[in-house]
């Protein structure tokens, strides 16, 4: 049931730590960070496998540990990502630089960069990475929330993420956004963006775009 959601069952999978087989610890570890009920009884469950001698069963409640927002899980989900840097792409990845970020780290920065821009990804999946790179504020995702202006479901948050980086190099990228832009949310995204960085035309644009959008 908690794989599917079901959060009240957390306590009862939290049980299953600390004893029997690795694969079943390993499996109950990686739900955890899915479910966020439970509280202190669950993130101290985890905690405690941090010490299993099984790498992968403590990258698992490490990683658990991070998306829950408890610091214990920093160490090893760092470790975890570390060992999937070779593969950036792949949902392991995407999950250890979700986890990061829920800490604030931006080491998970380049995974969450990649995600953001796979057109074939699952939604949901996208989601969590813009979610999450955005919280970071990472000044190295330029480039990639300007490739994501072309995306039409994500563009109004990959434009507010440009706008909240606070760098100029972002301007003309907004700028080139504009024109025959179709969907008003995005046009004022755009155009709020460019007030945030100060663009010396913002002004103009704004204007512009209460042209464009007027029935």
Do not use: C, F, K
Not at 170 to 175: C, V, Y
């Amino acid at each position: 049931r908690a794989e599917q959601g079901d959060s009240s069952v957390a306590r009862d999978v939290a049980a299953l730590l600390g004893a029997g087989g690795v694969a079943v610890r390993r499996r109950a570890a990686r739900v955890l960070g899915d479910v966020s009920a439970g509280g202190d009884e669950v993130t101290d469950a985890l905690a405690l496998e941090l010490t299993a001698p099984d790498a992968s069963l403590v990258r698992e409640a490490g990683t658990s540990l991070a998306l829950r927002r408890d610091p214990r899980g920093l160490a090893p989900t760092r470790a975890a990502y570390a060992a999937l840097r070779s593969s950036p792409e792949s949902a392991d990845a995407l999950r250890a630089a979700v986890a990061l970020a829920r800490l604030g780290d931006p080491a998970g920065a380049p995974s969450l960069g990649a995600w953001i821009n796979r057109a074939d990804a699952d939604d949901a999946l996208r989601d969590q990475a813009v979610a999450a790179l955005a919280s970071l504020r990472a000044p190295a995702a330029l480039d990639a929330w300007v490739t994501l202006l072309g995306d039409p479901r994500l563009a109004p948050r990959a434009a507010s993420a440009l706008g909240e980086l606070g760098d100029p190099r972002a301007i003309a990228a907004l700028r080139a956004a504009i024109p025959g832009q179709r969907y008003p949310i995005t046009l004022r995204a755009v155009l709020d963006a460019l007030i945030s960085l100060d663009a010396p035309d913002a002004v103009d644009r704004v204007r512009e775009g209460m042209v464009a959008t007027d029935p």
